[in-house]
């Protein structure tokens, strides 16, 4: 059974840069495309970041040059970067990963909480 266990997240201030990580367990070189999403109180989960195999990473509009995400394929670990985080950030930050063999199945970790004060 592949799992995904994120850590690094907490409370910061305003202007912080906390660094989430994100190991699955399984082989190395195990998944494809491997990403993080948040879900905010009140609101619908939606995507932050999203990096292929190959380094090459998308962001959602609201991370406005903040976050980077980065991953260790090796390792199947995923990273993201959070800088000048806003108020508006906190939230559950989750982990995914497509696994590369069929049925290329996309797991979840079980979230972190990060939780912004101003």
């Known amino acids: 059974q592949v799992q995904l266990v994120e850590s690094g997240g907490g409370s910061v201030q305003a202007g912080g840069s906390p660094r989430l990580s994100c190991a699955a367990s399984?082989?190395?070189?195990?998944?494809?495309?491997m990403g993080w999403s948040r879900q905010r109180p009140g609101k619908q989960r939606e995507s932050v970041a999203v990096?292929?195999?190959?380094?090459?990473?998308n962001y959602a509009d609201f991370v406005e040059g903040r976050f980077t995400i980065s991953r260790d394929n090796a390792k199947n670990t995923v990273y993201l970067q959070m800088n000048s985080l806003k108020p508006e950030d906190t939230a559950v930050y989750y982990c995914?990963?497509?696994?590369?063999?069929?049925?290329?199945?996309?797991?979840w970790g079980q979230g972190t909480q990060v939780t912004v004060s101003s």
């Open positions: 995914n990963g497509a696994y590369k063999d069929p049925p290329y199945n996309v797991y």
């Open positions: 399984g082989n190395p070189f195990s998944f494809n495309a």
């Open positions: 990096i292929s195999t190959g380094g090459r990473a």
